[in-house]
Structures are given as C-alpha cells and as structure tokens.
C-alpha cells in the first residue's frame, strides 16, 4: 500500500496530469475516426455537452480529462484548457499527408467556445 501511494504522490503521475479540451459537435458527426485518435490519447473523467442556441455557435463538449500529453498540474490547482493541434507533413500533391495530434495549452483569459476546433499545421 505505501509503494501505491508513493506513486501517487509523484509529479509525473497521471493522475496529476489534468486538463479540459473541447470538441464541436460538427467535429464529432463528420470525422469520428479522428475524434477516436484524439480519445484515444486521453482518459475522459467528465464530459458536458453544451447546447448553442445561437446560429453562429456551434454545440460543443467539454471534456475533462487525464493525460500524459497534459502537464502536471498541483493538488487542487484549476486544470489547464487545451486545444487541439494537428500537424501534417505536405504532401507532392500540396496535400497534408499524415499526421500527429497533440495538445496546446491555451491561455487562461480563452472561453473554450473559441477554440473548439482543432489547430492545423502543415510542415
């Protein structure tokens, strides 16, 4: 039992690797295969969907989550917002070609309704 809590108590444990993300609703319905490579880099511990009822907003889920990708955080400390970034390598067609998803931390001043979609980057 002391090696667990140990472990616990160690600065890169999962457990202190916390952060919020956001993903639009739209995101979910037209690409759930990437949807599934983003959770399958997190392990979710709470999710709300929030309703727009505006035209130009999108509905959009907040989740909370455990990750190694997120930095640690302390105890009892507000847990970062992260967005999501993809990056590709061009392609000869000027097409992006594979791909790497990662996380962004984003500032605290944000709303997450802002930054929903992922970020994209060729290189």
């Known amino acids: 039992m002391a090696k667990h809590r140990e ?9 202190m690797r916390r952060g919020r993300l956001a993903i639009s609703a739209s995101m979910i319905d037209e690409l759930p295969y ?3 490579e983003i959770m399958g880099k997190l392990i979710i511990v709470q ?5 727009s ?5 999108e509905s959009i889920v907040i989740y909370h989550a455990l ?6 955080i302390g105890e009892g400390d507000m847990p970062p917002d992260y967005q999501i970034v993809v990056e590709c390598e061009p392609h000869k067609s000027g097409q992006p ?13 944000m709303d997450m309704v802002h930054f929903h979609e992922p970020s994209f980057a060729v290189h």
């Open 7 to 15: 472990k616990a108590e160690a600065p890169n444990d999962l457990s």
């Open 34 to 36: 990437a949807v599934m």
């Open 47 to 51: 999710a709300q969907y929030l309703v």
């Open 53 to 57: 009822l505006r035209d130009d907003e």
């Open 67 to 72: 990750s190694p990708h997120f930095r640690p």
């Open 97 to 109: 070609h594979g791909h790497e998803i990662g996380f962004r931390e984003m500032p605290r001043n």
